[in-house]
């Protein structure tokens, strides 16, 4: 079974940059397609990036130009590279991995293995 363990979170001033990370264990990691998700209370889970097996990347228009999504399959390990960050980016960030049949796996339904999330706040 797979294991998604993210981390990189933190409390970062609007205009930073962080880098958030989620490291695969207990299975093969290339097969997967991953996804990034984030999450605030009391709101639905909602879709931030998407990275297939062939490296092909998807991105919500709130983050496009901004975020880049990326993975190292020799390290398993995906990454969120996130540039300019603004206060309403504030929530916790859920990594995922799936096999979806379709393309952009935008939806929680398309990702079966989900991490614990990392929490990320932009201060005004």
């Known amino acids: 079974q797979v294991r998604l363990v993210e981390s990189g979170g933190g409390l970062v001033q609007a205009g930073a940059s962080l880098r958030l990370s989620c490291a695969a264990s207990?299975?093969?990691?290339?097969?997967?397609?991953m996804g990034w998700f984030r999450q605030v209370p009391g709101k639905e889970r909602e879709f931030v990036a998407a990275?297939?097996?062939?490296?092909?990347?998807n991105y919500a228009d709130s983050v496009t130009g901004r975020f880049a999504i990326s993975r190292d399959n020799a390290k398993n390990t995906v990454y969120l590279q996130m540039n300019s960050l603004r206060p309403e980016d504030t929530a916790d960030y859920y990594c995922?991995?799936?096999?979806?049949?379709?393309?952009?796996?935008?939806?929680?339904?398309?990702?079966?293995?989900w991490g614990q999330g990392t929490q990320v706040t932009v201060s005004s």
């Open positions: 995922a991995a799936g096999t979806p049949s379709s393309w952009p796996p935008r939806l929680t339904s398309d990702f079966k293995y």
């Open positions: 207990g299975g093969t990691f290339s097969p997967y397609g």
């Open positions: 990275i297939g097996r062939t490296f092909i990347t």
